[in-house]
């Protein structure tokens, strides 16, 4: 490996961690950091009645002071996304490093020694020197076979006073500058590997057209600035200047940054034929290419991303390399505390009924967690209520989470209340809405009581909906002191007792996972609130949707969930994300994935009492644990063949108490999130045509925070396909019928003739 005058033991380790880090170096483009975070301008407030501090979204004149930094964030994203997707759609071998600050680089003390004699910043020529050591790259370019491109981002044009020429000439010129700059540190930096090494230059303007810039150029009183751009691109007039820059031409609509279209690849496409892809570096083989990754992104730079407290002090140490440290670190930040002024302003005002309403992610359960923690600090007891199988899972997290800062607070300034749960199914027992109402009436002191109902739903569309508005209106007028907080999906029917209160701005998931979901609010007949922007942006915009097929010789069965070869595949992705057991140092754990179906096919094996398998698991569980994965199954089958073992996984699953893939159906996991959720398109055969995806993406996809994997099942008319290797043991769907067609009362039953809550 040629390496020049570099330690040759020093740039062996730093490659082979490259080489590790990212397996596809000399076949792909990656992006790193692989999510652009923003500077998220987030407050601190305490919670009314409580030491519980949380974040709070800003208010407008705050979030007015933090536009400079919101519209900078926008653009490297935008530009980010496009630049991946060019590199996707043409096969380019490269690296595109953002925001990498001089002093990050080659950094790490543990590599002081090995890494002391390589050119850096700091020691540069003295005939350079005037350049300066401090500065960072906007964007840097690093390309097998073209070398390295140098980018500025400026972000001018993105608001309408910022759309002036002058405003424009001033960018430039100093972008202008800067570029100079930024070129003879590159060069420098890997001077010892290749010092003749093709490096290039160019300005990222997402917000200003070729006119306006040509039309800058143009203008004889801009004579200055027009040499220094040609010089500094290397151009050999005014045209050829404007068809090296990245302008607002060459990129997606800044409204919908995330889809590049054909046509906007093709002008990107051309752009980076005339500025990068015109010639090829001959010098540079692949080993010197990897030496010059290792350099910029191997573990003696330190790749780190924006990370902030509540008063906005930079925490240092956030590093983020990889797409799995990219998901573990926007889950974490996704899994903050965060409010809304609405919601501090409604636990301020303390209503004693109300019912939060909204689309998922908008921090319904966030909110009723708050105000149980604030009656417990009261010292009231405290009952969490869930009426249907499918909030069991989420009562017993929300118990857990109360819990929690109870038994954290050795000295409470009064004796706490605690925390009771009751679990209930108004599907099947009408008996068990009396029963509720007789057991919370037991608990009442004082002439009060203390209730939180999450994911209630009080419409008739389901059969249990009256049921649960039954309960609450006789609590009410069995008890005065009535206090219940409830929250819902939808917005029908909620009791004249409770106050709605429409809660619409997303908190809890990527906006790359939200455009999955956001879609189908529009088309779910107008009983779910639509989401509105709070005009603050997430952490991050998260990672693309990852997709594959259940499509092939080797795929099986109707549906993803009969299939092995969809197991296997799903595995597959889990790994590439770095998935493994929470006892490795790796940021993403077994618990922190969630696979969910609405086929009510989906089980575990059934045993008998002698153990001996009398049915096997479904295709996609076998083919998870053929993979080495440790796997979890909720499915309805189970709780009809093993129902003691359905409930205690169903518990362990609430609070992710075992490092285990979660695989379940849908209606078992209502309020619960992982940063990690894969979409089995499925069948419990009672919906067709659009109520299923508006079914899948409500109850399965909103579930992800941070990285969404979906599985496509092509367009067929018949009702399974053929198998062919070996997996005769899947039922037909005369079978499945059969098998389904109970008449005890069974979920299995209930699921064919209702459905998990439509």
């Not at 609509?253 to 500025?275: E, F, G, N």
């Not at 009261?378 to 819990?403: E, P």
């Not at 209340?417 to 109402?437: K, S």
Request: charged share 20%; proline share 6%; net charge neutral.
């Amino acid at each position: 490996m040629a390496c020049g005058t570099s330690d040759q033991n020093t740039s062996d380790n730093m490659v082979d961690i490259v080489r590790h880090l990212y397996p596809d170096a000399l076949t792909r483009t990656y992006i790193v950091p692989p999510v652009h975070f923003n500077r998220v301008p987030y407050n601190t407030a305490k919670v009314p009645g409580t030491d519980q501090e949380v974040l709070v979204l800003p208010s407008g004149e705050q979030l007015q002071q933090q536009q400079g930094n919101i519209q900078a964030d926008f653009a490297q994203q935008h530009v980010l996304h496009n630049l991946q997707q060019l590199g996707d759609s043409g096969k380019e071998v490269m690296f595109v490093v953002s925001e990498l600050n001089f002093k990050d680089y080659l950094n790490k003390p543990f590599y002081a020694k090995q890494t002391s004699k390589l050119p850096k910043p700091a020691n540069l020529p003295k005939e350079l020197r005037h350049h300066g050591k401090q500065g960072d790259f906007d964007i840097l370019v690093i390309h097998r076979k073209h070398g390295i491109l140098v980018g500025e981002m400026k972000s001018v044009g993105k608001t309408e006073a910022s759309r002036a020429d002058t405003e424009v000439i001033k960018v430039i010129d100093k972008a202008v500058k800067q570029l100079d700059k930024y070129e003879v540190h590159a060069r420098h930096m890997v001077s010892d590997i290749t010092p003749s090494l093709t490096v290039r230059k160019t300005l990222f303007l997402p917000y200003v057209s070729r006119a306006q810039l040509q039309r800058i150029l143009d203008d004889e009183n801009n004579a200055k600035l027009q040499q220094a751009l040609w010089g500094s691109l290397g151009a050999p007039n005014t045209a050829k200047a404007v068809q090296l820059c990245c302008c607002s031409d060459q990129l997606s609509q800044p409204a919908s940054y995330w889809h590049v279209t054909p046509a906007v690849l093709s002008q990107l496409s051309t752009w980076w034929q005339h500025r990068m892809a015109c010639t090829v570096d001959t010098l540079l083989s692949d080993d010197k290419y990897l030496d010059i990754v290792a350099r910029f992104v191997g573990p003696a730079t330190t790749v780190s991303v924006h990370c902030y407290n509540g008063v906005r002090v930079r925490v240092l140490g956030v590093e983020v390399r990889t797409a799995g440290q990219a998901v573990a670190e926007l889950g974490r930040k996704l899994a903050s505390v965060v409010l809304t002024l609405q919601q501090l302003d409604l636990m301020n005002r303390d209503p004693p009924r109300i019912c939060l309403t909204g689309p998922p992610g908008t921090g319904k359960t966030a909110v009723l967690v708050q105000q149980g923690l604030r009656w417990l600090l009261q010292g009231h007891d405290v009952q969490v209520v869930a009426t249907l199988i499918n909030t069991w899972a989420n009562s017993k997290m929300i118990t857990k989470q109360l819990q929690l800062p109870m038994s954290a607070d050795p000295t409470p300034p009064l004796t706490p209340g605690t925390v009771v749960q009751h679990q209930y199914d108004f599907t099947n027992r009408e008996a068990d809405v009396q029963q509720a109402v007789t057991d919370l009436l037991v608990r009442v002191k004082d002439g009060r009581l203390y209730v939180l109902l999450d994911e209630a739903m009080f419409d008739s569309s389901i059969e249990p909906g009256p049921r649960i508005a039954t309960l609450v209106t006789r609590l009410e007028k069995s008890v005065p002191g009535l206090h219940l907080w409830a929250a819902g999906l939808k917005h029908d029917a909620i009791p004249s007792s409770l106050r709605p209160e429409p809660l619409t701005i997303p908190l809890r998931c990527a906006p790359s996972v939200l455009r999955e979901v956001q879609p189908v609010i529009d088309r779910a007949t107008g009983s779910v609130h639509k989401y509105s922007d709070s005009g603050v942006p997430a952490p991050g915009d998260g990672q693309c949707v990852i997709r594959l097929s259940h499509h092939g010789n080797a795929h099986t069965g109707r549906w993803p969930v009969e299939c092995s070869q969809c197991g296997k595949d799903v595995a597959a992705e889990l790994r590439r994300l770095g998935v493994e057991s929470g006892d490795s140092p790796t940021p993403l754990s077994y618990r922190d994935v969630m696979i969910i179906t609405r086929s009510s096919e989906l089980q575990d094996d059934v045993v008998d009492d002698a153990d001996r398998v009398t049915s096997r698991a479904s295709g996609v569980v076998r083919g998870l644990r053929d993979e080495g994965l440790p796997v979890c199954v909720l499915g309805v089958q189970d709780r009809v063949h093993n129902k003691a073992r359905w409930e205690r996984d169903l518990n362990d699953v609430a609070v992710a108490a075992t490092d285990r893939v979660t695989v379940t159906h849908y209606g078992y996991v209502h309020g619960l999130e992982r940063r990690v959720v894969v979409m089995l398109p499925g069948t419990d055969h009672i919906m067709v045509g659009d109520g299923v995806d508006i079914q899948d993406r409500l109850y399965a996809a909103s579930r992800c925070t941070t990285q969404l994997i979906m599985v496509n099942v092509p367009s067929v008319t018949t009702d399974t396909f053929h198998s062919n290797n070996g997996d005769h043991d899947q039922p037909t769907k005369d079978q499945r019928d059969k098998k389904n067609d109970n008449s005890d009362g069974s979920s299995v039953s209930w699921v064919k003739r209702k459905g998990f809550l439509l």
